[in-house]
């Protein structure tokens, strides 16, 4: 994994501009601490940061090859069978690095290579041959890419920091933007970057760029058809699909691991890649888990958070033989590290829920340099209970974010008028829903399930890959994600929802295709999301930055909200029990917490509001 960036300018040499584009993949140093190095010439200036993972002397970047030059950020895992194309066509290999075989892809098939990649990426190649850009992102968007359009250019970096980092470019937000921070936020709209003029490239989309213009275009997307398997065969199918993407994700020159928290999903990557490793008598797989110090004291089981981790993770780590480490956080260093997270993000996230995600990343980066996790299993098989509980999706929102009346409460009026908060996410909620690709015949229920799944896939899945891309790579850990195998998604995608809760459970397919690798009572657990502290600790810690925050006549964030209203509810009520505004997670306390991260967000980046 690393860091990409990229200027093309069709009204300027930039043969002189290296240190335009170095600093550019400067501020990108977290994604590739292992080496840094840029490329010059003619109307293209292109920079990369290393994280090395395979072939650590012949992967260098950019890589030039036939007048094409290379700034890659991602994993192919299919890289092999690539190679063995490639070489039957007549290509030759200096390196054994997937990024070559990569750039021997283009310059063999051109655009269209992207189509024959199994993997995780975001690249860009100069083609100095055609005199164009091409840009690309992997099908489900594990990896970032954005891009600023420019009179007769394009600026492109893996995070929006890149691009910023640009002299010509200026930090301003408008009021769609601040809608996007403030009534979708910590989700995002895929496709829009908040800042002003930046842009997102979508999930399983290619972007061309030369004299002509910019054209985009979607190279994958789901598509709707009858299910041609029974049940057997399905089960037999997803377990096939799921065990050879772990085998394929195991590849690296580099320390692995696995994130193991004792629950369906994270147990069955582990038991597979445990397998994997014994057959080529590697020793014992090293798995992590995260906990919080206090947390048999303070945590207490809810809807959302039925148990804890920590009794499962010891029994399948008995039983699978792995070298376990749990990491506790201490809860006082979440409120501590909420500026860290945000600047990773370059926008307000999932506040302490990102930051535990940074701190546990950071501890792992000591022994492992790779690490696989369970990420997006709920969105491809149905583990969330808005699935189920139809209460839980009110009309005009995205059911994951139920509650915009916490949202619009501390408001004021005057910027509530500006953004049309209720406005703005019911539109977004229709364009998504008008994406979905209807099946003929399918009948209503089945119809409604798909639409819900479509939500998850497109736009819920966005934000959690979003937070683990950012928040991993914020310390030089790439974490790969087997459930986001494009071949298993598109099989799983089609199965009738009837079958995907056998025996009206959640993830009811997942659990029977699992039957055999893993024990009874581990099949049948509850989902469990990714832990966060219940200390009150962590609220108090909060309350009080928030205090100081808004007493500074400075705060950009007193503009935005009724100062005395949010005081009132962050002394009398934020402690209390409140159905979570965003997610399973986020409730009162992340509410505060995440203003916070707008409040440095705003200063942080200099933004000017353009309202």
């Known amino acids: 994994m690393c860091g990409i960036v990229g200027w093309v300018d069709f009204q300027r040499d930039l043969g002189a501009e290296a240190e335009t584009v170095r600093r550019m993949a400067a501020v990108l140093a977290h994604r590739g601490p292992d080496q840094e190095a840029w490329w010059t010439g003619g109307h293209a200036a292109i920079g990369h940061r290393r994280l090395i993972v395979i072939d650590p002397a012949g992967g260098a970047q950019p890589m030039v090859r036939d007048g094409c030059v290379i700034t890659y950020n991602g994993e192919l895992y299919n890289t092999d069978e690539l190679r063995r194309a490639l070489l039957d066509l007549g290509r030759r290999f200096e390196t054994r690095s997937d990024t070559e075989v990569?750039?021997?892809?283009?310059?063999?098939?051109?655009?269209?290579?992207?189509?024959r990649l199994n993997g995780i990426f975001a690249f860009g190649i100069w083609d100095g041959n055609a005199q164009r850009l091409f840009l690309a992102r992997d099908r489900l968007g594990v990896k970032p890419l954005f891009y600023l359009p420019l009179d007769g250019g394009l600026l492109f970096a893996s995070e929006i920091k890149g691009i910023l980092a640009h002299p010509g470019v200026q930090a301003e937000v408008d009021a769609e933007g601040l809608a996007e921070v403030l009534a979708l936020g910590p989700g995002r709209t895929p496709g829009h970057g908040v800042f002003r003029?930046?842009?997102?490239?979508?999930?399983?989309?290619?972007?061309?760029?030369?004299?002509?213009?910019?054209?985009?275009?979607?190279?994958?997307?789901?598509?709707?058809?009858?299910?041609?398997?029974?049940?057997?065969?399905?089960?037999?199918?997803?377990?096939?699909?799921?065990?050879?993407?772990?085998?394929?994700q195991l590849v690296s020159d580099v320390p692995v691991c696995t994130l193991l928290s004792g629950g369906l999903d994270s147990s069955a990557l582990t038991a597979f890649a445990a397998r994997h490793?014994?057959?080529?008598?590697?020793?014992?797989?090293?798995?992590?888990s995260v906990d919080y110090r206090g947390s048999r004291e303070h945590f207490v089981p809810n809807d959302f958070q039925p148990d804890a981790d920590e009794p499962w993770v010891r029994r399948v780590s008995a039983l699978l033989g792995t070298e376990h480490h749990?990491?506790?956080?201490?809860?006082?260093?979440?409120?501590?590290?909420?500026?860290?997270?945000?600047?990773?993000?370059?926008?307000?996230?999932?506040?302490?829920?990102?930051?535990?995600?940074?701190?546990?990343?950071?501890?792992?980066?000591?022994?492992?340099?790779?690490?696989?996790?369970?990420?997006?299993?709920?969105?491809?098989?149905?583990?969330?209970?808005?699935?189920?509980?139809?209460?839980?999706?009110?009309?005009?929102?995205?059911?994951?974010?139920?509650?915009?009346?916490?949202?619009?409460?501390?408001?004021?009026?005057?910027?509530?008028?500006?953004?049309?908060?209720?406005?703005?996410?019911?539109?977004?909620?229709?364009?998504?829903?008008?994406?979905?690709?209807?099946?003929?015949?399918?009948?209503?229920?089945?119809?409604?399930?798909?639409?819900?799944?479509?939500?998850?896939?497109?736009?819920?899945?966005?934000?959690?890959?979003?937070?683990?891309?950012?928040?991993?790579?914020?310390?030089?850990?790439?974490?790969?994600?087997?459930?986001?195998?494009?071949?298993?998604?598109?099989?799983?995608?089609?199965?009738?929802?009837?079958?995907?809760?056998?025996?009206?459970?959640?993830?009811?397919?997942?659990?029977?295709?699992?039957?055999?690798?893993?024990?009874?009572?581990?099949?049948?657990?509850?989902?469990?999301?990714?832990?966060?502290?219940?200390?009150?600790?962590?609220?108090?810690?909060?309350?009080?930055?928030?205090?100081?925050?808004?007493?500074?006549?400075?705060?950009?964030?007193?503009?935005?909200?009724?100062?005395?209203?949010?005081?009132?509810?962050?002394?009398?009520?934020?402690?209390?029990?409140?159905r979570p505004w965003f997610g399973q997670l986020m409730s009162g306390p992340q509410w505060l917490a995440y203003l916070l991260q707008v409040d440095a967000w705003l200063r942080a980046y200099r933004i000017r509001l353009r309202l």
């Open 277 to 288: 490793w014994r057959e080529q008598d590697r020793g014992p797989l090293v798995t992590f």
């Open 102 to 115: 990569l750039l021997q892809a283009y310059i063999q098939w051109g655009p269209a290579c992207v189509e």
């Open 197 to 248: 003029g930046v842009r997102e490239l979508l999930p399983g989309e290619a972007l061309v760029f030369d004299r002509a213009g910019l054209r985009r275009r979607r190279y994958w997307r789901l598509r709707s058809e009858p299910h041609p398997d029974d049940e057997a065969v399905t089960r037999e199918r997803v377990r096939g699909l799921l065990e050879d993407a772990v085998r394929r």
């Open 326 to 578: 749990t990491v506790v956080i201490d809860s006082d260093r979440l409120a501590g590290c909420l500026d860290t997270a945000m600047r990773l993000r370059d926008l307000p996230g999932m506040a302490d829920v990102d930051v535990s995600l940074y701190l546990f990343c950071r501890e792992i980066k000591q022994r492992a340099t790779v690490a696989l996790s369970g990420e997006c299993a709920d969105e491809v098989f149905g583990g969330y209970p808005w699935l189920f509980r139809p209460e839980m999706w009110r009309p005009g929102t995205f059911p994951w974010s139920p509650d915009l009346g916490l949202r619009l409460r501390f408001l004021r009026p005057e910027v509530t008028a500006r953004i049309r908060p209720e406005e703005y996410v019911r539109a977004r909620l229709e364009e998504a829903l008008a994406e979905v690709p209807p099946l003929e015949g399918e009948p209503p229920d089945e119809a409604r399930m798909r639409a819900l799944t479509y939500l998850n896939l497109t736009r819920w899945m966005a934000v959690l890959l979003e937070r683990k891309d950012r928040m991993s790579m914020g310390v030089g850990l790439e974490v790969r994600v087997p459930f986001c195998d494009h071949r298993l998604v598109e099989y799983v995608w089609n199965v009738p929802w009837r079958w995907k809760t056998a025996g009206g459970r959640e993830k009811g397919l997942l659990r029977q295709a699992l039957a055999g690798v893993l024990p009874g009572d581990v099949l049948a657990r509850r989902k469990s999301p990714f832990p966060k502290t219940h200390d009150p600790a962590f609220l108090a810690a909060v309350t009080r930055r928030l205090e100081d925050v808004l007493a500074d006549p400075a705060s950009p964030l007193r503009d935005l909200v009724q100062v005395e209203a949010l005081l009132a509810f962050a002394r009398e009520e934020a402690g209390r029990q409140h």
